[in-house]
């Protein structure tokens, strides 16, 4: 029985998955990487990648609101790789803001997969679960802006 519940639950996982990639390589072929950047360039100067980081950290916690991770990962790294190395953005550094910008996407209401996640184990309210984490939440906001604009702090260990 369990098993079989594994698998129905990996079965699903990798649909997910399988579906990302099919839209991410449409979404390639289909250049719209280059489209991205032509039109960010009209609205944020290539010379200040500030407003760039800013504009891809309110973007990453909506998309990490809506999509787990994973599937948020493959469907978003080629399309904004491209863009954020013509922004003069490391990509090691920018994998570290997918990641602490999509954790911190997966704790916002509405529609935040942990907070239902933790309603149904703790069998307690959605909202009172949002108003306990409220304290959480913000000590990850700051670790995220500090993550996102001290790069130095991301990338010594990997340099």
């Known amino acids: 029985r ?3 519940h594994a698998m129905v639950l990996v ?3 990798l649909m997910i998955l399988g ?3 099919a839209l991410t390589n449409w979404l390639i072929d289909a250049e719209v ?11 944020i100067p290539q010379d200040q990648p500030f407003l760039f980081l800013l504009a891809l950290n309110v973007f990453l916690l ?3 609101m809506l999509l787990e991770g994973f599937p948020a990962i493959i469907l ?6 491209p863009v954020a190395v013509k922004y003069g953005i490391d990509p090691v550094h920018l994998g570290i803001i997918f990641l602490a ?7 916002l209401p509405p529609l935040g997969i942990n907070l239902y996640i933790a309603s149904a184990r703790f069998r307690q309210p959605v909202m009172t679960l949002v108003r306990a984490s409220v304290p959480f939440f913000l000590i990850m906001l700051a670790a995220t802006l500090v993550i996102t604009y001290w790069p130095a702090l991301s990338l010594w260990l990997a340099r």
Do not use: M, Y
């Open 62 to 64: 909506v998309f990490g």
């Open 101 to 107: 910008n999509l954790q911190l996407g997966i704790f």
């Open 11 to 13: 079965g699903g996982i």
């Open 33 to 43: 990487p280059d489209k991205l950047f032509e039109f960010l360039r009209t609205h």
């Open 76 to 81: 978003l790294v080629p399309l904004v790789l």
């Open 19 to 21: 579906f990302s990639l």
């Open 2 to 4: 369990v098993i079989r």
